[in-house]
């Protein structure tokens, strides 16, 4: 597919804008619709394209495996770790109240890291998943 | 008005395409059906105001998990085969199940119905003092993240749990080198 110059040069177009596209729902996600789920889903989406444009190869290298395996887990641990800082600072888990001074803030302080550790699991599980299963019948990898 | 008709011919669409899903042997079209059937999904949600939803619709239906049945077909064949009987029973079973379940919605209060008990428990707290309490103009985010936090990093820990099974599952092994016993 990498050789159709018309799916080469709209989905160079698309994927930038996907993947700001994506942030928007992450950092907006207090005031419009979105947030962590759907930014990380957002974020796979963009770089299976690029997989599916450009091949698993080279989306490998901009992403490596290494970094979508730690993704996976850091996700998880920064949810949780939202919750151990507000243990650590006299609260309950996952108390925001505590996290700031202002008990409000504490709460858009909270809710902003939680859906970040989201949006990183999310975006990591379903790009892994996306490349075990990508890289098992050597699908889409590069024609040498 | 324009909205209810929209709705409903949307929801005949998926109807028309969840048929042809379970009609068609060729497997390329069941996918792109489905996928197709994703984005009529999204449209529904978002007539029904609900771009939350309809987002991840969109992008997890008929994006990543149209691409994953793509990698799919291409491990398998691009072909159903035929069943081996007319599937006359599970078609009743299937009809059966589909009657008592229609059935089981007159039970449920109207669709909008302001009195219904889920309107009238938390949501009026979540309403009256969600935005004094978060600081989140956004309700579906403070209840997510704040009021249900929870319940969303219990969400969170099934999304890595089912990732890491799908690594343990489908992970490539290094292929034995010739000579090695090992299957």
Known sequence: ?144 | MTETLAVGALLALLVATAIAIARLRNLFAVVALTGAYSFLMAAVLTALDAADVAMTEAAVGAGISTVLFLGALHLTGALEAKPAQRPLIPLLVVIGAGILVVYGTYGLPGFNDPAAPIHTHVVPRYLQDGPRETGIPNMVTAVLASYRGYDTLGETTVVFTAGIAVIALLRRRRRPKDGEGKR
């Open chain 1, 1 to 144: 597919m990498n050789r159709d110059i018309i799916l080469r040069v709209v989905s160079k177009l698309l994927i930038p804008i996907a993947l700001i596209f994506a942030l928007y729902v992450q950092f907006h996600g207090e005031l419009g619709p979105g947030g962590g789920f759907q930014a990380g889903v957002i974020i796979a989406a963009a770089m299976v394209l690029h997989a599916l444009i450009f091949g698993l190869a080279a989306a490998r290298a901009l992403v490596p495996e290494w970094l979508v395996e730690t993704m996976v887990a850091l996700g998880v641990l920064v949810y949780a770790g939202v919750g151990v800082a507000g243990l650590l600072l006299g609260g309950n888990f996952l108390d925001y109240f505590v996290l700031a001074r202002d008990p409000a803030y504490g709460q858009m302080r909270g809710i902003f890291w939680v859906e970040v550790g989201v949006a990183i699991s999310v975006s990591g599980v379903m790009l892994k998943i996306f490349y075990v299963f990508a890289g098992r019948g050597r699908a889409l990898d590069d024609k040498p």
